[in-house]
Every structure is written in C-alpha cells, then in structure tokens.
C-alpha cells in the first residue's frame, strides 16, 4: 500500500502536473487522450476509456484502446456487460470499482460479454470509476482494462481514482458548463441568422456588433433605417430620438416591465412603417463583443411563420394566447396586439403574461427565441 497518493504516481510533482493538464483538458478537449494516457501509466492498465454524457454531443476520449473495439462496445456490448450491473450492486457513485470483487472470474468467464469482446481484446480484469455532473444527466464512466496475466487492480492503483476523482468531477462540471454556453450561443446566432425578420445586435455602447442576413438586406436598402458610425439611426425627428432612447434603456439594462416597452414605427419611403423592437439581452457571441440588446426590425410585409399549432400543443397555449404569440413574433406592440384581436390593452397585457408564465419565457425576446427553434409546420 502506497503511503501517500504522491507515491502511486512517482513524486509530487507528477501527480501535481497531472491534475493541471486534467483542468487544462476541460478547456481543450483535445488534451484528453493524453490525460487518460498519464491514467494508464499511473496504474499499470491498458485500454483506458472516459465517456461523459454531454447533452448535445457526448465526450469519448480513450487512450492504449482500440477505436474498432469501443465502436463495437457502444454499439451492441454495453447493453450485455454484466460487469456494469454487478458493481452497480456492491459500489456507491464516486467509489473505485473493482470488477473482480463484484462479479468472480469463474462467472465473468462464462458469459458472452468475456468470450465475445474481453477475451478476443485482450481484457480480464477492470477498474472504473462512476461519477455523476448534474442529477440530469447519466453517470460519467472512467475506465481501465488490463490482460488477465497482469493480475487484479488493487488499492494501490486504486489510490490513483481516488485522489484524482474530484479533480475530474470538477474540469468535467466546468467543460459541461462551457459546452452548454457555447451551445446556446451557437444556437441564438443560427436562429437569428434564420429569422424572418431583421435582427440587429447592440454592444453595451449601443453600437451595432451584429446583424442577421435580413438586417443586411433592411440595412442595404436605406430605407426607415441606417447604421452611422456604428449607430443605428432612424428616418429623423421624433422617431430617431424614440429610437435612441430605447437603446440607451435597453442596453442599461432594461425597461420597468418586460412587455414590449421598447417598440416604435419608423416611417419609410416605400411601404407600411418598419416595426422596431429594442428588447435588453446580455449574452458573449462567439468571435464578437458582448451584446447588451437585440433590435427586432418587423416589416409587416414580411411575416412571421405561425407557430400557433405548436404552440398550443406544447405548451398548452389557449387559442387567443398563440394567436397574441405570433403577434408578439410580428413585433406588434401591446396596443397594436389588442387592436388586432379587438380586447383591451389591459386584456392583451394578460394574454401576454399568461404566454410567459406556460413558455417559462420572461421577455419577449425569450418568446421570440423560443418560436425560432420550434419547426414550421
């Protein structure tokens, strides 16, 4: 038995390099091979294997392993490995597993699991690893595999899991959090980029950062709108200095209420107003600034696909509340949504509260976000 962890991974400063590149994996996942590589030389195993059961993507890295032989472990001899049921049984989240103290040789020899993929891969005794990220998501797996002639792992290997284990909860805790905010940005930039409208994107200097293929187009043409030295600019007079002030609200942090306080008409040479919506919304896009807000450019001319059917089924919208959703996503103020369905204002103010609430959104922005990633149909 080691005397300390120092010990099982040859001196301090090893076992301290190890758990740096561990963090640094986190932020490069590509430096995890290599990490599990350290692993397996730390604790005399060969096929050494991390699986993390990300939500969009999930993270298998592996080192000493044989890629044909994992591809067909995930394809068909997980769901026959006893070894995984049997310490399930005897070992707590988080403990070393120790496959020959759950299930005896004699059995593990006799099953289909060892005669089809352990024997013909060179696998006999096992040690792994079971933590969990989030009470969402499925269990991470760390696992080592070694020929049947290099003996049983022990505890001196099994000081290694051990005092690696809450290294790896945490750099995998932090690449989970980082892969989820890079999916949401991600997402919010494809789905703006496939919105029907033009939407713009403001820095915490009201500058333009950002526009949508739509905003473009708007933008190019000149009219009701223009971007001037940065600055987004409308027609003149009143509606320019409605329009500047809304995007010093909106990028200070917001309006009083979340209802579309931010909405105004600019006129244009050609055609019905241009509907804009200045609606507060922080977020780092990938490669640019940081957006402050979100300007929603609506041409009545062009409108929103309806998502009124999804909507309802989904979220358990009435048929009046879809029908004010999709005014929302036309960029309708809250007037103009109650003159369209013919109730009060204060009757559309309590449509629209009871579409926040069901769609768990608590802005309009929210809502809009939410209708551009359901499909149309």
């Known amino acids: 038995m080691h005397i300390n962890p120092e010990q099982a991974f040859g001196g301090t400063s090893r076992l301290l390099g190890l758990i740096e590149r561990i963090y640094a994996a986190a932020l490069e996942p590509e430096l995890w091979p290599a990490v599990l590589e350290e692993v397996a030389e730390a604790i005399h195993g060969e096929s050494t294997t991390m699986f993390v059961p990300l939500p969009d993507t999930p993270l298998i890295s592996m080192a000493r392993t044989d890629p044909f032989a994992l591809d067909s472990y995930v394809n068909h001899y997980a769901e026959v490995n006893l070894l995984s049921e049997a ?17 005896p040789d004699s059995a593990l020899e006799q099953s289909e ?3 089809d993929f352990f024997r013909p891969n060179n696998m006999h005794y096992s040690m792994g690893l079971k933590i969990r990220l989030t009470s969402e998501l499925p269990a991470t797996y760390l696992s080592c595999q070694r020929p049947k002639a290099s003996g049983p792992f022990g505890e001196q290997e099994g000081l290694v899991y051990e005092t690696l284990r809450p290294h790896l909860q945490r750099a995998l805790s932090l ?71 809304a995007i010093t609200e909106a990028v200070r942090g917001g309006f009083a209420l979340p209802l579309v306080n931010g909405s105004i008409l600019v006129s244009r040479r050609a055609g ?106």
Do not use: W
């Open 87 to 103: 310490c399930d049984e005897i070992f707590a989240e988080g403990e070393v597993r120790y496959a020959h103290l759950a299930l």
């Open 113 to 115: 699991f060892y005669n």
């Open 175 to 245: 690449h989970l959090k980082m892969t989820e905010m890079h999916s949401r940005q991600l997402g919010l930039e494809k789905a703006v980029d496939a919105f029907h409208h033009a939407v713009l994107g403001l820095n915490r200097e009201g500058k333009v950062v950002f526009a949508s293929r739509e905003a473009e187009a708007l933008l190019k043409s000149g009219d009701g709108v223009r971007v001037t030295n940065g600055e987004l600019k409308a027609g003149g007079g009143k509606q320019s200095i409605l329009l500047q002030a």
């Open 272 to 377: 019905p107003p241009l509907q804009v919506t200045v609606v507060p919304h922080t977020m780092q896009m990938p490669g640019r600034e940081t957006l402050a807000a979100l300007v929603f450019l609506g041409d009545p001319k062009r409108r929103f696909p309806s998502k009124s059917a999804l909507l309802r089924s989904m979220y358990g919208l009435s048929p009046a509340e879809a029908r004010v959703a999709d005014l929302l996503a036309d960029g309708l103020t809250v007037e103009e949504i109650a003159d369209r369905i013919n109730v009060t204002v204060g009757t559309a103010r309590f449509h629209i509260k009871r579409i926040f609430t069901k769609t768990g959104s608590r802005r309009q922005t929210e809502l809009i976000k939410l209708m551009l990633a359901l499909p149309n149909v």
